[in-house]
Nanobody, 120 residues
Framework: QVQLVESGGGLVQPGGSLRLSCAAS????????MGWYRQAPGNQRELVAT???????NYADSVKGRFTISRDNAKNTMYLQMNSLKPEDTAVYYC??????????????WGQGTQVTVSS
């Protein structure tokens, strides 16, 4: 059994910052790629950023230069630093991870989501 738990969402004014965290727990052997996705009302879930176990990153064009993804492999935790937030960043943010559990089974896990609202 593995679990991803996001935290750090909330209400922020335009131009403000938030830092999201995603902690993985359970019978984990290794974590490969991790990523952040978001879904706004009426829209499909979209990629925000991804990071490999080696630290290579990829960002959606809409967040490049404003968001920074990082991870602490020792803590099985991923972060998303969001700066210069805009109202269009408002969405539920989900973390995702490709993992291998102790039985050497590959698992794709999603967190429950955390709400980010950017509004004055």
């Amino acid at each position: 059994q593995v679990q991803l738990v996001e935290s750090g969402g909330g209400l922020v004014q335009p131009g403000g910052s938030l830092r999201l965290s995603c902690a993985a727990s359970g019978s984990i052997f290794s974590i490969n790629d991790m990523g952040w996705y978001r879904q706004a009302p009426g829209n499909q879930r979209e990629l925000v950023a991804t990071i490999t176990s080696g630290g290579s990153t990829n960002y959606a064009d809409s967040v490049k230069g404003r968001f920074t993804i990082s991870r602490d492999n020792a803590k099985n935790t991923m972060y998303l630093q969001m700066n210069s937030l805009k109202p269009e960043d408002t969405a539920v943010y989900y973390c995702h991870a490709d993992m291998v559990v102790v039985a050497k089974i590959k698992v794709q896990a999603w967190g429950q989501g955390t709400q980010v609202t950017v509004s004055s």
